[in-house]
Nanobody
Framework: QVQLVESGGGLVQAGGSLRLSCAAS????????MTWYRQAPGKQRELVAS???????NYADSVKGRFTISRDDAKNTVYLQMNGLKPEDTAVYLC?????????WGQGTQVTVSS
């Protein structure tokens, strides 16, 4: 059993920055891919960014150049540094962890970007 605890969400002005954290606890032995998704009202859930065990990153085109995903395996934590935030980034951001072909989801954290 793995639990994910997210933090760092909140309200920010357009052009501002936020850093999301997702800390995993429980039965942690070998984390593979860690991924951030987001869900906005009236829209489908979309992949924002992911990072593999080896450090390979992938980003949605809409956030490329603005967001940076990173991981600290010593802390079992994945981060999402979000710069140059836009109102279109407003959504619930969800952390997903894959370990041994099992997936775990965080509860989500709200990010609201005001105009």
């Amino acid at each position: 059993q793995v639990q994910l605890v997210e933090s760092g969400g909140g309200l920010v002005q357009a052009g501002g920055s936020l850093r999301l954290s997702c800390a995993a606890s429980g039965s942690i032995f070998s984390i593979n891919t860690m991924t951030w998704y987001r869900q906005a009202p009236g829209k489908q859930r979309e992949l924002v960014a992911s990072v593999t065990r080896g450090g390979t990153t992938n980003y949605a085109d809409s956030v490329k150049g603005r967001f940076t995903i990173s991981r600290d395996d010593a802390k079992n934590t994945v981060y999402l540094q979000m710069n140059g935030l836009k109102p279109e980034d407003t959504a619930v951001y969800l952390c997903r962890l894959m370990q041994n072909l099992r997936i775990y989801w965080g509860q989500g954290t709200q990010v609201t970007v005001s105009s």
